[in-house]
């Protein structure tokens, strides 16, 4: 059964930082792993989505990486900002219809 | 950009009572899943949807649990009988303007949030 874990679960940094966000999954055969924002009492936000044949993809600051065989997925960004907090969750995609979503990492960026 | 839309954004019910959320995914999109997240928890599957009928479902959308696409463009979840355990953020997603779900993303909507009393 495909369990996804986050690390750190909480985050709090000074703004400017980069970070680094983890993703582990223990079950290779995936389709694809896709990197949501949420913010507080709010819907999911599509921020990255890797193809289990990519390494990684960027979208401006945030840069996400795959290895698929370790099964570990690192979201960074880059020159953080305050308009950053939210918490950050991964899903990958298995076989058949659904996301399998991790616990998320709550991130607090301070000015 | 193009967005799925929720309604209601909040629903508070009796415990027994029937509840319909809805949603309007993309329009040109072709596969429509339900999630929801109980407070604190992981966002969880329910169930997709393709072509006017359950492509996949999980153990928690069980007899109680049902969805229509009664038209082109709304999808909706219905339970018929609420329980306390019932209330969650449910999140309306969809996705494949191109046929191929397996490799695109999911659009999420805003979510609705229920509250069974």
């Known amino acids: 059964k495909q369990e996804v874990t986050q690390i750190p679960a909480a985050l709090s940094v000074p703004e400017g930082e980069n970070l680094v966000l983890n993703c582990s999954f223990t079950d290779s055969a995936i389709y694809n792993l896709q990197w949501f924002r949420q913010d507080p009492g709010k819907g999911l936000t599509s921020l990255l989505l890797i193809q289990s044949s990519q390494r990684e993809q960027t979208s401006g600051r945030l840069n996400a990486s795959l290895d698929k065989s370790s099964g570990r997925s690192t979201l960074y960004i880059a020159a953080s900002q305050p308009g950053d907090s939210a918490t950050y969750l991964c899903a990958v995609r298995t076989v058949g219809d659904k996301l399998i979503f991790g616990t998320g990492t709550r991130l607090q960026v301070f000015p | 950009e193009p967005e799925v839309t929720q309604t209601p954004s909040h629903q508070v019910t009796q415990m027994g009572q029937e509840v319909i959320l809805r949603c309007v995914p993309i329009s040109n999109h072709l596969y429509f899943y339900w999630y929801r997240q109980i407070l604190g928890q992981k966002v969880e599957f329910l169930v997709s949807f393709y072509n006017n009928e359950i492509s996949e479902k999980s153990e928690i959308f069980d007899d109680q649990f049902s969805v229509e696409r009664p038209d082109g463009s709304n999808f909706t979840l219905k339970i018929r009988s609420t329980k306390l355990e019932d209330s969650a953020m449910y999140f309306c997603?969809?996705?494949?303007?191109?046929?191929?779900?397996?490799?695109?993303?999911?659009?999420f909507g805003s979510g609705t949030q229920l509250s069974v009393l």
């Open positions: 997603a969809s996705s494949g303007d191109r046929g191929q779900k397996s490799v695109e993303k999911l659009f």
